[in-house]
């Protein structure tokens, strides 16, 4: 069993909820319960640690194939996307067989997720049957599984198998994307990143120049290739079958100008993508370099913006850089740049018909301090910044954080107040108040460590979840 700790409920101030409306055209995921028969737990159903769906979790024996199984149901057969909601306060990954149908069809790896409180999703690929499967979690170590919540099951419908290029539909592209060049897109901003589902035994990418390169094989640990061009090779001698495939960079920052220009996929001989689904909801994150996750050597992915979008299986991206302020005084003004497809760009180019976010988190003010910026000057800008978020995204719901260092507060909540006794029910201040101990959190006076990001997204996510 894993050691307990609690959960200190998050505070919101917020107008009244309004639900988003349902995705139309695609249907969403089924949910699948780990506490609801004929799901079976080989432990004990929890209800301990906050944040869990339904009516609580499998908290799995610490032994060898102590398994989670779930029974689901697919419409036809083929391949199926399985999100699982899991969360893990260790700091050891602990692997597991995938089993399906009652055979070992792949292995994956939970990694620790901060605490026990703080969940994340695991995708992953598989075959299945028309008509009932089953699908199992088999530890592979005396540790035993992570505690899980439930698993998100679809098969992929339609579509045909693609050939990995830049402009393969069956490639997934989160973020802003320069598609101008046709040899290949270029990541504006800062954690964007490409999913793919593919056959074959090995998995490469195209790099125009030098870059970091971070990716994760069926939902494996992301790992990173440092300073890599050209053909690079992520992966091979992989089962035969589907297998997933995230690929991610660093952004560009301070002295690192990193080529992050993406050329598509490097497939195996006889290997194709396949369709593989969106989640329902996609979050952006806008601010500076607290939501990029500097300094932190393994940002985008240990920073709060990432974890957040994790543990609600939605997908996620930030409009964010170093330095950046809310009003464009010396420095890059988000509430500005906002409409921009990089920091570079030197026109409001970015069309925002190219994806729709259901969710925007806003955490801007820090650094405004530092170029004069007055209380009504920031007030000012930050009502623009909400109206313009508004304009792109007409059914988003818009999160304004109070900044760690507690600047601006009052003026982001009169912000906020104002939208609000403007007519946009979907406006809210976030309070942050003692989410990260200033002494500990820190890797220095203003950025969050790992951990200190950890707590952010631990209390942020339950405070979305609400809302899409």
């Known amino acids: 069993m894993e050691l307990r700790s609690s959960f200190i409920a998050a505070t919101v101030i917020a107008c009244s909820a309004v639900m988003l409306p349902a995705a139309p055209a695609s249907a969403a995921p089924t949910r699948y319960e780990a506490e609801s028969a004929p799901a079976t737990c080989s432990g004990t159903i929890d209800t301990d640690h906050a944040g869990y769906s339904g009516t609580g979790f499998c908290n799995g024996a610490n032994a060898v194939g102590a398994a989670a199984q779930f029974t689901v149901n697919a419409t036809t057969s083929g391949t199926a996307t399985v999100g699982i909601r899991f969360a893990s306060g260790t700091t050891t990954a602990r692997p597991a067989d995938v089993i399906v149908n009652g055979s070992r069809v792949s292995a994956t790896t939970f990694e620790g997720t901060g605490t026990w409180s703080s969940w994340s999703t695991k995708t992953l690929a598989v075959q299945v049957n028309a008509g009932s499967n089953t699908i199992g979690l088999s530890p592979t170590t005396a540790a035993g599984l992570p505690n899980v919540d439930y698993v998100e099951f679809e098969v992929t419908a339609g579509g ?48 125009r120049n030098a870059i970091d390169l971070f990716y994760s094989i069926d939902g494996g640990s992301l790992r990173w290739r440092r300073n890599v061009s050209g053909n690079v090779t992520l992966a091979t001698g992989l089962a035969t079958g589907s297998h997933s495939v995230r690929i991610g960079y660093r952004e560009r920052a301070g002295s690192y100008n990193g080529d992050a220009g993406f050329g598509g996929l490097i497939l195996a001989g006889g290997g194709q993508t396949a369709p593989v689904a969106r989640p329902q909801n996609l979050v952006e994150f806008i601010g500076d370099s607290i939501t990029v996750g500097q300094p932190n050597a393994d940002r985008p992915f240990v920073a709060y913006p990432w974890r957040a979008g994790e543990a609600l299986g939605a997908g ?29 760009a030197t026109t409001d180019d970015w069309n925002f018909s190219t994806y729709q ?20 000057q920031f007030q000012q800008g930050y009502v623009v910044l909400l109206e313009r978020v508004r304009r792109a995204y007409p059914n988003a719901h818009i999160f304004a954080m109070q900044t760690f260092r507690n600047r601006y507060v009052p003026e982001t909540r009169n912000a906020v107040a104002a939208r609000t006794a403007a007519g946009d029910s979907k406006v809210h201040f976030v309070d942050t108040t003692g989410w990260i101990n200033t002494t500990t959190d820190l890797v220095d006076a203003v950025h969050p460590s790992p951990t200190g990001h950890a707590k952010i997204a631990q209390r942020l996510a339950p405070i979305l979840d609400q809302y899409l």
């Open 357 to 376: 976010a259901t969710g925007v988190v806003i955490n801007l003010g820090t650094n405004d301090v530092g170029h004069g910026v007055s209380a009504a």
């Open 316 to 344: 996620h991206t930030q409009v964010a850089e170093g330095g950046a302020c809310l009003v464009s005084r010396d420095c890059v003004g988000m509430m500005d740049w906002f409409r921009r497809s990089t920091s570079r």
């Open 160 to 207: 045909s198998p693609g050939t990995g290029r830049l402009d393969d539909p069956n490639l997934q592209y989160y973020g802003r994307w320069n598609r101008s060049n046709s040899s290949f897109y270029t990541m504006g901003w800062a954690g964007g990143y490409v999913d793919a589902r593919f056959t074959g035994s090995s998995i490469g990418v195209r790099q």
